[in-house]
């Protein structure tokens, strides 16, 4: 979907679409979401996040309301509705993936997208189908080139689960980008031009012939192939008024204003928050006396409690998040593990910030858990986000950040002058 809840409605500059692509959006729209479904970006980002499933309520009406003006068969619509409320949020993720019947629904939905694409496809206007392919292509596009980029780059634990698919996904890029220049070329008169896409038309020529040259290059998809592909998409008005590239391959450079950083708290009482802060201390107290198991599911249901009273992002309810990666690894499931221990240190850096007290404990507790888990992944979580600070002089910190440091220094074992560590710590909470 796109960033932000708008589309390019309105030109803002003399060479602008002179008509709204819509059909274009429609086939871009239906294909991510099918992808959500049926390729393995989901895992890589364990669920979609807020900043997604915001777009995907907003404009998935508008994807519905389109195919009902389009008198599209009204099972095939309420199916793509159907499929727009069942996105896996990131909330949500962990618990999914343990559930069976969670992926036999994926498969399903997948199934029945892939007949409601060409359904669509089948009542659009004539002038309108050669747009509605380029748009399902760079979906399709710019899915394979960001898995090909991405995988590579993470943690060296992560990059294992996914490394096996990458000639897979370089293959449909291949075959992706191959088909996109076939459609361009194409000139049946069943996909006849629109007059009014004649400068979007001309913007299309230029990335076939920029695509024909990649792919004689046979290279992986580098910065160059980034931006052409972020200018089509824009030139295809697949982006907000505001200019924002697609979440999937776009980072925001700028930091976070303090709203988007707000803790996403809820109103609780003392009473509440001390009565699940007993329940966890009770769950770490008997992990060694029962079956992992047991444990396992003791530590889900608590951290399930303390998303409904005290929200997702709150200090307790991350650092159980990381007891439950040490119970998932517990139960044989190491690898979920590693995720959730990695997640954990994004979503505290994403909403507190790097230097925030609740960052660094969250962080700190989850390389200790690292080390008895994926070492490596550990080694690579330090360097990244603590080391730099553990080494520093203390008078490089305001007081209160000075004491917190001192205490993870100490919880790790290292020292600022040596950067020795030890491999055997217990939770800094």
Not at 273 to 285: C, I, K, N, T, V
Request: aromatic share 8%.
């Amino acid at each position: 979907m796109n960033a932000g809840l708008g589309r390019n409605f309105v030109p803002e500059a003399p060479d602008a679409i002179p008509r709204k692509p819509w059909a274009l959006w429609l086939g871009h729209d239906l294909e991510e979401l099918y992808c959500h479904y049926v390729e393995l970006n989901i895992f890589i980002i364990r669920g979609e996040p807020p900043t997604f499933v915001e777009r995907i309520a907003t404009l998935g009406r508008w994807i519905t309301d389109t195919l009902q003006a389009l008198d599209c068969p009204e099972e095939i619509t309420e199916f793509v509705d159907a499929a727009i409320d069942g996105v896996t949020r990131r909330d949500d993720f962990y618990t999914a993936i343990q559930d069976a019947e969670w992926h036999a629904t994926r498969a399903a939905v997948g199934d029945g997208l892939d007949k409601a694409l060409p359904a669509a496809r089948r009542v659009l206007p004539p002038e309108g189908r050669r747009y509605f392919d380029y748009g399902v292509m760079l979906a399709r596009v710019a899915l394979c080139s960001v898995f090909i980029h991405v995988v590579p780059k993470l943690p060296e634990r992560s990059a294992a689960l996914f490394m096996d698919s990458i000639p897979l996904y370089r293959r449909e890029l291949r075959r992706a980008a191959e088909t996109l220049i076939a459609f361009i070329e194409n000139e049946d008169e069943d996909r006849p031009h629109d007059p009014r896409h004649r400068l979007l038309d001309q913007r299309f020529q230029s990335y076939r012939e920029y695509l024909s040259g990649w792919l004689t290059r046979g290279a992986d998809p580098g910065d160059d192939f980034f931006q052409r592909l972020h200018d089509i998409r824009h030139d295809a008005g697949l982006f907000s008024s505001g200019g924002d590239a697609n979440a999937y391959f776009q980072v925001p450079t700028a930091p976070l204003s303090d709203a988007e950083r707000s803790p996403l708290s809820v109103p609780h009482t003392a009473t509440e928050r001390e009565a699940l802060e007993q329940a966890w201390r009770r769950s770490s107290d008997i992990a060694a006396q029962v079956e992992p198991q047991h444990h396992f599911l003791a530590v889900r249901n608590i951290l399930d409690r303390c998303r409904e009273h005290l929200g997702p992002v709150d200090r307790m309810t991350m650092h159980i998040n990381l007891t439950l990666a040490f119970a998932h690894a517990r139960i044989g499931s190491p690898e979920t593990g590693v995720l959730m221990a990695c997640d954990v240190t994004e979503t505290a850096r994403h909403y507190y910030g790097p230097l925030h007290p609740i960052t660094l404990f969250v962080t700190t507790d989850a390389v200790a858990l690292l080390r008895r888990l994926s070492p490596e992944t550990a080694e690579i979580l330090y360097n990244a986000q603590l080391r730099s600070l553990f080494e520093a002089p203390e008078s490089d910190f305001p007081g209160p950040l000075r004491d917190t440091l001192r205490t993870l220094r100490s919880h790790l074992e290292v020292d600022p002058n040596t950067a020795t560590e030890s491999n055997d710590q217990q939770p800094a909470h």
